[in-house]
């Protein structure tokens, strides 16, 4: 059974940083695309990172240079590296493993940003 468990999240400062973490159990997760997703209430989920079987890595435009996406083999883990937080990064942070597209989802962890 594939399990996804996010932690790191919680309350910052804008300017401030967080790590979130992704322990994959189930699955090997470099063999797959791994993804971080955020939501806002209200909002449609959007992808944020994504890191493929080639280490390649993905941004949305409005992470690019603040956030980093990387894995560490050895623990079956990914994370997303989050720098120069504000208030429009506050949202529930999923982590998704799939090739084609996400199959798989954690539960979700609360990032929120205060101004």
């Known amino acids: 059974q594939v399990q996804l468990v996010e932690s790191g999240g919680g309350l910052v400062q804008a300017g401030g940083s967080l790590r979130l973490s992704c322990a994959a159990s189930?699955?090997?997760?470099?063999?797959?695309?791994m993804r971080w997703y955020r939501q806002v209430p209200g909002k449609q989920r959007e992808l944020v990172s994504s890191?493929?079987?080639?280490?390649?890595?993905n941004y949305a435009d409005s992470v690019k240079g603040r956030f980093t996406i990387s894995r560490d083999n050895a623990k079956n883990t990914v994370y997303l590296q989050m720098n120069s937080l504000n208030a429009e990064d506050t949202a529930v942070y999923y982590c998704?493993?799939?090739?084609?597209?996400?199959?798989?989802w954690g539960q979700g962890t609360q990032v929120t940003v205060s101004s």
């Open positions: 189930g699955i090997i997760s470099s063999l797959t695309v």
């Open positions: 998704a493993s799939g090739i084609i597209g996400p199959i798989h």
């Open positions: 890191i493929d079987r080639g280490d390649n890595t």
